[in-house]
Each structure stands twice: as structure tokens, then as C-alpha cells.
């Protein structure tokens, strides 16, 4: 049996990711099949369903490792205060919104939205418990929610402004505002 850091499984799925990625770039994500996909990669429906369930486990597995490659995810595992947490996963957003294609479909959307989410309340979980491991479960996870969205808002908000600013300009005057409700934990 292959693992899952063997050479050979590794560059199957990123034969598959990648033209997954390209086709995605010409198409919406309802049109396409796993057909296109096996087509573009070169590989059989068998390999594919070796490494992914169905297009929208693949989906999420391209949405992630995006994410992370943007979120520089080892960076995370460096202790660093919560505002530079906040300042990093809000420029690691707004790179990632620029290098994945846009997306036209709702249901792209809900999925790309719903995969992003998971990823920032696990980010921002984590670092809450880190700054105060006695706050209440609850409560971390209430408060991981709203910093999710509350910084997930602002890179959209970012996204859709004139840009004549740069993600560290944009976020930069809103870091204490943040930061005073985040404060009292």
C-alpha cells in the first residue's frame, strides 16, 4: 500500500490539482466533470477516486493547501501575539483571493466560503487557547467566530475597494479596534 507521502501518490495529486486548477480557470466549477479533469491530468476515473472522493473533496483539499501555502502555516506554529495572527491571516486572505481564480457559481462560493471558515476558527482557536487556556470553551469558540469573520469581512472588504491602499495600509488602522475587545480575555 502507497502512503500518502509517497513520491508517486504526491505527484498524482498534483497532477490532478493542477489541472483541476487549470480547468477550473476557463470553466465554473458545476461544468466541471471528473472526466475533464481525469482528461487534462491524463490519468483514469480509478486513479482519481484513489486520491479524492469526488470534485468537491478535491475542492476543498485545492482550497486548503492553498490557504495554507498563503497562511504560511509553519509561520503559525511560531509564537506570535494575536494581533500579529490577525495582521498575517489577513494578508495571507487577501494574497489567497488573488491567486485562486474567481469563482462565478453560488455554489463555489458556499464552498470555497465554508472551507475558509473551518481553516481561520481552527487558526484563531488555537491561538486564543494559547494566549488563556482556562476561557471557557464556549466562549473560545464564540470568540474564534467572530475574529473569523470579522477579519474574513475585511479582506473581502479590501478585495472590493479601489485598492489605492495595500492590504498592510488597509488593516493597519483597524488592528486597534480589534485588538481593544480581544484584549479583556
Known amino acids: 500500500m502507497q502512503t500518502k ?3 508517486r501518490v504526491l505527484r498524482t495529486r498534483k497532477l490532478i490539482t493542477e489541472a483541476f486548477i487549470q480547468i477550473f480557470q476557463t470553466k465554473s466549477f458545476s461544468e466541471i466533470s471528473v472526466k475533464d479533469i481525469t482528461t487534462e491530468a491524463m490519468i483514469n476515473r480509478a486513479t482519481f477516486y484513489n486520491h479524492f472522493l469526488d470534485k468537491y473533496d478535491l475542492l476543498e483539499k485545492v ?3 492553498k490557504l495554507h501555502l498563503n497562511l504560511g502555516c509553519e509561520k503559525q506554529k511560531t ?3 494575536i ?5 498575517t491571516v489577513f494578508l495571507s486572505l487577501t494574497r489567497f483571493e488573488t491567486s485562486v481564480p474567481s469563482v462565478s457559481g453560488q455554489e463555489e462560493k458556499e464552498a470555497i466560503d465554508a472551507i475558509i471558515k473551518l481553516e481561520l476558527v481552527n487558526i484563531f482557536r488555537t491561538k486564543l487557547i494559547e494566549i488563556n487556556p482556562q476561557t471557557e470553551t464556549r466562549l473560545l469558540d464564540k470568540l474564534a467566530n ?3 469573520f470579522t477579519v474574513r469581512g475585511i479582506s473581502l472588504d479590501w478585495k472590493h475597494s479601489d485598492q489605492d491602499e495595500t492590504a498592510g495600509e488597509f488593516i493597519e488602522p483597524l488592528l486597534p479596534f480589534i485588538m481593544r475587545g480581544i484584549e479583556t480575555l
Open 83 to 87: 494581533e500579529e495572527t490577525i495582521e
Open 5 to 7: 507521502t509517497d513520491p
Open 63 to 65: 482550497v486548503e493547501e
Open 79 to 81: 509564537s506570535m501575539s
Open 146 to 148: 467572530w475574529l473569523t
